[in-house]
């Protein structure tokens, strides 16, 4: 079982950044692969990036690839993203997910956060 909690969203001004944490539960946090994904009101949910257990692996959605990054801290058991050049687009609530098999892009993920507002300003 792995509980996450997310931090760090709020509103920002466009071209702002934020930086969003997620902090998990459970001492096998290293062993998942963490996701990021997100949904703006009326939208499905999406995905936005992951991270393989070790770190070394990174995927990211096409729409923020270059503006956002996403790590790991596995002694913090913790996971970042760290947005820059942020657009009003981006608005949405951002969710965080744990998964033992790398999913990809997929959404199929066992365990999700609550969510943290991200509003972008333009």
């Known amino acids: 079982q792995v509980q996450l909690v997310e931090s760090g969203g709020g509103l920002v001004q466009a071209g702002g950044s934020l930086r969003l944490s997620c902090a998990a539960s459970?001492?096998?946090?290293?062993?998942?692969?963490m996701g990021w994904f997100r949904q703006a009101p009326g939208k499905e949910r999406e995905f936005v990036a992951a991270?393989?257990?070790?770190?070394?692996?990174?995927l990211y959605a096409d729409s923020v690839k270059g503006r956002f990054t996403v790590s790991r801290d596995n002694a913090k058991n913790t996971v970042y993203l760290q947005m820059n050049s942020l657009k009003p687009e981006d608005t949405a609530v951002y969710y965080c997910?744990?998964?033992?098999?790398?999913?990809?892009?997929?959404?199929?993920?066992?365990?999700w956060g609550q969510g943290t507002q991200v509003t972008v300003s333009s």
């Open positions: 991270i393989d257990w070790s770190g070394g692996g990174t």
């Open positions: 997910a744990a998964n033992y098999r790398w999913l990809g892009v997929g959404l199929d993920y066992d365990y």
């Open positions: 459970g001492r096998t946090f290293s062993s998942y692969t």
